[in-house]
């Protein structure tokens, strides 16, 4: 089975360096992922009397002993009906669920890679290959680099991404980084994976239009074709074709560019000679 990696100009360098780019997980422009800012519920939600007196309960039993050994439960119910409104405030909040979201050290401590499982999705070109400019890499998703539930002697996660209309409940989950493989039902036709890996398990960083890039060496062997987008500049083409003729590492890999479909809004992959 393959995924695909989809590259803006600096495929080129992916390829020579060896090495895929992973992202810090503090650079994905989503805000569900840091939750924030919520939404209050809509309309004034009514606290009964039983779930205001069982607050009150707890809060009456939470009481040092010198405190409530001074004062019976009615009295205490008679003092804080002073604070009613900020008691059933407190309530209300407590209802509304509580989705996960990753705090700023978990984000600054991981990186990720985004690959997708079909290489001619034209919005992917669009938006992840500089409007067809770039380049797509075939990859072995079975190979024991992704597979293998460490790397490096640390943890690593790989696995697709769930598409649903409700975000990660935090009673409902249990994985502490499910929003970041967890995203809206409108991006399902993106059919995404994603493998996320510690900062400190990175070959090297590099910054790459004022953005912080973690390469990671890959065996050549998880290569299995390059293709083109059907907008490439002439001379990445053809500096790309030079390096797969040249170097031993890719020498037995297919090369394909992209061709659009006659009447279809489709895109064919079709080998180069």
């Known amino acids: 089975m393959s995924l695909f990696l989809y590259c803006r100009g600096m495929g080129l360098t992916w390829l020579r360096e060896g090495r895929l780019p992973f992202v810090g997980a503090d650079t994905l422009m989503d805000p569900f992922v840091t939750n924030a800012p919520v939404k209050e519920p809509d309309g004034f939600v009514a606290v009964s009397e039983e ?3 069982a607050e009150l309960k707890n ?5 040092p002993d010198a405190l409530s050994s001074l004062m019976t439960f009615e009295y205490f119910i008679e003092q804080a009906a002073q604070k009613r409104a900020s008691i059933e405030a407190q309530i209300r909040q407590r209802s509304v669920p509580d989705a996960i979201s990753l705090s700023e050290k978990q984000r600054t401590s991981l990186t990720l890679l985004s690959l997708y499982e079909r290489g001619d999705n034209p919005v992917l070109w669009q938006y992840h290959s500089d409007n067809h400019q770039g380049v797509v890499i075939e990859l072995d998703q079975t190979h024991a680099f992704f597979t293998s539930k460490q ?4 943890p690593q996660l790989f696995t697709p991404v769930k598409y649903a ?6 009673l409902r989950e249990i ?3 499910s929003p970041l493989f967890t995203r809206s039902e409108q ?9 996320i890996r510690p900062v400190s398990v990175a070959d090297k960083a590099i910054e790459c239009d004022g953005q912080k890039i973690y390469l990671h060496r890959m065996p050549s062997a998880i290569i299995k074709s390059v ?4 907008m490439i500049n002439r001379e990445l083409k053809q500096n790309i074709l030079s390096l797969m003729k040249s170097d031993l590492r890719y020498r037995h890999i297919p090369v394909y560019g992209c061709y659009l479909d006659a009447t279809q809004y489709q895109m064919h992959r079709i080998q180069e000679n």
């Open 151 to 154: 790397y490096r002697d640390d």
């Open 165 to 170: 209309q409700e975000r990660p409940l935090k």
């Open 227 to 230: 293709t083109f987008g059907a």
């Open 187 to 195: 991006y399902q036709s993106e059919r995404e994976w994603r493998i």
């Open 59 to 63: 809060q009456y039993e939470a009481l």
């Open 51 to 53: 779930e205001y007196r």
């Open 175 to 177: 994985h502490p980084f």
